[in-house]
């Protein structure tokens, strides 16, 4: 088992921890964070060793889960990298794209493993379906929340936009050519609500919408390729496939037949792959120390995490242009 301990026990970083605790990958060592009220009612409530320093805690394990705000990501990932430790760290990867090439660099110069928690890519949902895209052209994703103080440090497209974007590029196999964007400050110092038109080399067009001050919580993106239609609703982890056919020369009485203009007759049919349930965060802690182990590129990499932020940061800079 590898010696996992976790750096920051906020709301997220509290939940790394027990899910480290009841992982069977990972011996959990402890935790620090840089508030000591904060890490000793946290030791005291849960029994998790408090360490009296970030260095104490990365000369003990083996890989370090980086759950500290954002603004912290660069500085703590650096420690943890210099000292040969693998690094798991949520997402964004980091505050700059600067600083998300210099731990990657780092990373290579150690020969450590990284990934980054971009976790819908765990979604069983989007698992379901994960092998069924081929080529999309089009696509288009919600992604809103009531709104949470928390995560409010940075714009909603850092905040919550990021995992779409780390989703599409999974799955479109080309280079972005331009992208548009506009976005909104409503209650934040930093954009509340944002949308973003992403063009690809290839044709593909993505356009995103993004909210952290909606009256309701919605995760959807629909996905439109040649005769196939697949939407996935990451919030109700309910997907489905719509695929279209030349239609048989005597169709079924029941058969759903569309004709266009040619004349051309296709045949739809409603495909709902089975969803396993899973938990999302324990699945990408548990398949990173399968990647160590196997020394092979884990599922969401350094430079995945880095890409996505990328063009997370093209949106925020091509607001209002």
């Known amino acids: 088992m590898l010696k996992a301990g976790v750096a920051g026990a906020g709301h997220l970083g509290k939940i790394h921890l027990k899910l480290l605790q009841e992982s069977n990958q990972y011996e959990l060592m402890g935790f620090y964070d840089a508030d000591p009220k904060q890490a000793a009612a946290i030791a005291e409530e849960f029994g998790y060793k408090a360490y009296p320093s ?131 400050s409503v209650i934040s110092s930093t954009p509340d609500i944002a949308n973003a038109r992403i063009e690809f080399e290839n044709g593909c067009i993505a356009n995103l919408t993004a909210s952290r001050i909606s009256l309701k919580n919605m995760r959807k993106s629909r996905f439109f390729q040649k005769d196939a239609y697949i939407s996935v609703d990451f919030l109700e982890k309910k997907c489905e496939v719509v695929k279209m056919m030349d239609a048989p020369e005597t169709p079924d009485d029941f058969a759903m037949i569309l004709t266009n203009a040619d004349g051309l007759k296709k045949q739809i049919y409603f495909d709902n792959p089975e969803v396993t349930p899973n938990n999302a965060i324990l699945d990408e802690l548990n398949t990173f120390a399968q990647a160590i182990k196997d020394d092979k590129t884990p599922i969401v990499s350094l430079h995945q995490g880095t890409e996505a932020l990328r063009l997370a940061m093209q949106v925020i800079e091509n607001f209002n242009n």
């Open 54 to 184: 970030l260095d104490a805690l990365i000369a003990d394990c083996d890989m370090v889960d980086v759950v500290t705000p954002t603004l912290y990501h660069f500085d703590t990932a650096k420690k943890v990298i210099e000292a040969g430790k693998h690094l798991f760290i949520e997402k964004p990867i980091t505050t700059t794209v600067e600083e998300a090439e210099a731990l990657r660099a780092l990373a290579k110069k150690h020969k450590v493993r990284g990934q980054v928690g971009q976790v819908e890519r765990f979604n069983p949902a989007f698992r379901a379906v994960v092998d069924r895209f081929d080529n999309p052209m089009f696509i288009e994703s919600h992604r809103l929340a009531e709104f949470n103080p928390r995560g409010t440090d940075v714009s909603v497209v850092l905040d919550l936009m990021i995992h779409d974007i780390d989703v599409i590029l999974s799955v479109v196999k080309s280079p972005v050519k331009s992208v548009t964007s506009n976005g909104v």
